[in-house]
């Protein structure tokens, strides 16, 4: 039997004119200080926030936007959501969360670009003005772009949030996304771990339309040559790219960097495109070289259980798609904004043996 203790079942029973009559203020001093409006003095303000406590009082987010009427627009600015893959399991967070949240009337639009391509990406942020949002979530992968989208929106005080990223010089509502800088570091010890301290290593990235490189490979590349740096003994490492667009000619490209460079037995892949080299190196008959990239997709997924990728970092992308919907309905509705902006989500380290813990969040 379940038996109700006294401090919830007063929260669920009591009412705004109760708080402002345990307060000493007016209902309206409440409404206020519950949707951050301002206009009330502290002393006010401490007296509601001590009561609040006191109760456990909960604010109804559903019975709230219920009696708002009011819809909104949430335009989703990400790369192209492929099920399965990493950005189409941010969506799935999204998803979840409009379905959590049913009661707030939320119409999303997206506004997909490719990855891989920054006149994509640009052209894409560029008719965001157009779609008239009311909110904006975005998945930053150029940084200069989402600097002169995140002005736009800033000037026209629109409320964004970030998952997967954090640019430097925005102002987000809040973000959700792992410290690539740690993850980085994270891969060059598992690398260090796996192979012979006199084997050559390799860090390999996406070769992208228009030459500039993902802000997380940069950071994760600055955390996996910090780590080795701060060695007492050297490692080689070398750098190469793969074009995802043209896996033809990432295979040649691959094989090539092998045969020039047979002392390589490590591989660190700066993205979630591991599977790529597992497979072509799985198909020739290289079996000595371990490798290590981000995110469970399911093609990850498959190479770790089949032992051609060593390990994977996932950074729980479903979790960020549902957190920042829920950010951007707290701003929306309320306009509370995040204590602390930036949320950092954990980065899982998953290899074969507990692959298996994981089969909840890539059976999505």
Known sequence: MFWENSHNKMAKQVKIKDIAKMAGVSAGTVDRILHNRGNV??????????????????????????????????????????????????????????????DVTIECEYAYYDQFDIFSCRNSFARIPDMEPNAVIIGATFVSETRILCSWLDEKKIPYVFVDAVIEGTHPAATYSSDQHTCGRIVGRLLNLFTPKDAE???????????????????????????????????????????????????????????????????????SRGYILADILSANAVRDIRIICFDLTENNRRCVQDGTLSAIICQRPELQGFYAIKAIIRTLLYNIREKDVHHLMPADIIIKENLPMYREIYAE
Do not use: C
């Open 41 to 102: 003095s502290p002393a006010s303000r401490a007296a509601v926030e001590r009561i609040l406590a006191e109760t456990g009082y909960r604010y109804n987010i559903h019975t709230s936007a219920v009696s708002l009427k009011k819809s909104y627009k949430v335009v989703i600015a990400i790369p192209t959501a492929i099920r399965g893959e990493y950005w189409g399991n941010i969506r799935n967070g999204i998803g979840h969360a409009l379905e959590e949240y049913s």
């Open 201 to 271: 290593l390799a860090v390999f990235g996406s070769r992208r339309i228009g030459n500039e490189r993902a802000s997380n490979s940069m950071a994760r590349m600055s955390g996996l040559t910090e780590y080795f740096h701060s060695l007492s003994y050297r490692r080689v490492i070398k750098e190469s790219k793969i074009s995802v667009q043209q896996p033809e000619e990432s295979r040649k490209d691959i094989l090539q960097f092998l045969q020039d460079n047979p002392a390589v037995k490590g591989i660190a892949v700066l993205n």
